[in-house]
């Protein structure tokens, strides 16, 4: 990818030496085909608290090149490209330099789409349990295309389950609210949401009645699916099978236990029991409501605390934090100064219970999609 980056970006730069100081020049390219990508449609945003204001558009043309007008440069800005319905954004900060966007032709079906981790939160009183699930997909198709049907990403949750919220986030850019929609069976929802090349993750928080305790049942979706569960350490968990789960000390305050990648005839069941806060999300929820600083900008910061030493997680470490990050909310509030945006049978049904509370600013579906009002346009 950097190589094709490198490579587009050369291309303005040597073929638009001449570019005006209030005119953005970019270029955009066909992950799919390897070629310019032609006639797509570029749109330039203007980020603010409130959404997305659209202040210039215009097309690509036979070479994929195109040139907008920016009247403040020293704001920052989003480009949009919509290439076959589907939207990919590139965030420009302070200054006019040319950019590259890649993009990827549309497929209802898809081969080389697989599941790599599942995390779960858990936290209870005595009659509700709230679930906080992170499923992070992986779309490594050959060549490389963009999964785009009516229903994506399917999930099945208990019957008696209440959604709360739900989110997706694209690669490490900006985490999205987008609302799980109810399927045909109780239980059933899915998002509508385009699975582009890479990773993509999908959160959503919900509550079930509680008694004291619960089996939890999840399904896996593929082999080398690796499962995380967290609770607070007031609660007890206890697997069905020995030996699939492991304990991870050091990861949170909390009780942390995970799978090694599983084989399709193991067992991922488990019981807990009790009650209890998470206290790594308390700890950052206190953190968030004291802070006036904004978390965006903190050093080393971005969307979340910086990581620093390394731990049992190793390589794994940001997928599960991300789900902390896509749940919580924290440092993902849209700001103007500087952000970061983003990188039918062949549907993924995601298995059962699941991120937590959201960020009132956080911008939605309809406002990063304004004025398109497609559901595509995400």
Do not use: C
Request: glycine share 8%; aromatic share 6%; no cysteine.
């Amino acid at each position: 990818m950097k190589t094709i980056y490198t490579l587009v970006l050369l291309v303005v730069l040597t073929g638009d030496m001449s570019a005006s100081a209030i005119e953005l020049k970019g270029i955009v390219f066909n992950g799919t085909t390897r070629r310019p990508g032609a006639g797509d449609e570029v749109v330039l945003l203007s980020p603010s608290q409130e959404g997305m204001n659209e202040t210039a558009r215009g097309r690509t043309d036979s070479r994929g090149r195109f040139s907008l007008p920016v009247a403040d440069p020293q704001l920052t800005h989003v480009v949009r490209v919509i290439h076959q319905g589907v939207t990919y954004h590139r965030m420009i900060e302070a200054g006019v330099k040319p950019i590259a966007v890649e993009v990827f032709d549309v497929a209802q079906q898809l081969e080389g789409l697989s599941a790599l981790m599942d995390v779960q939160r858990f936290e209870a009183t005595s009659d509700q349990l709230e679930v906080k699930q992170l499923i992070t997909m992986r779309n490594d198709s050959r060549p490389p295309r963009t999964l785009m049907n009516d229903r994506p990403f399917e999930i099945q949750l208990a019957p008696e389950a209440h959604i709360l919220s739900g989110l997706v986030q694209v690669e490490d850019g900006q985490p999205l609210k987008q609302q799980p929609v109810p399927g045909d069976q109780k239980g059933q929802y899915y998002f509508a949401f385009p699975i582009r090349p890479g990773d993509t993750r999908f959160a959503v928080v919900y509550r079930l009645p509680y008694s004291g305790e619960a089996l939890i049942e999840p399904k896996m979706r593929n082999p080398l699916e690796k499962f995380v569960v967290m609770l607070p350490k007031s609660m007890t968990f206890q697997p069905s099978a020995a030996g699939v789960f492991e304990a991870m000390p050091g990861t949170t305050p909390d009780n942390v236990q995970g799978t090694a990648p599983l084989r399709p005839d193991q067992v991922v069941a488990f019981r807990i029991s009790g009650t209890g806060t998470l206290q790594e999300l308390e700890g950052r929820r206190q953190e968030a409501q004291s802070s006036k600083a904004d978390p965006a900008i903190r050093p080393g910061g971005g969307l979340a605390p910086p990581i620093e030493a390394p731990d049992p997680l190793q390589k794994n470490r940001w997928t599960i934090l991300a789900g902390m990050i896509v749940l919580m909310g924290v440092g993902a509030v849209y700001v103007v100064r500087k952000t970061r945006l983003p990188r039918p049978e062949n549907s993924v049904r995601v298995a059962r219970y699941v991120p937590s509370r959201v960020v009132k600013k956080q911008p939605t579906e309809r406002q990063m999609n304004r004025p398109h009002r497609q559901r595509a346009h995400v």
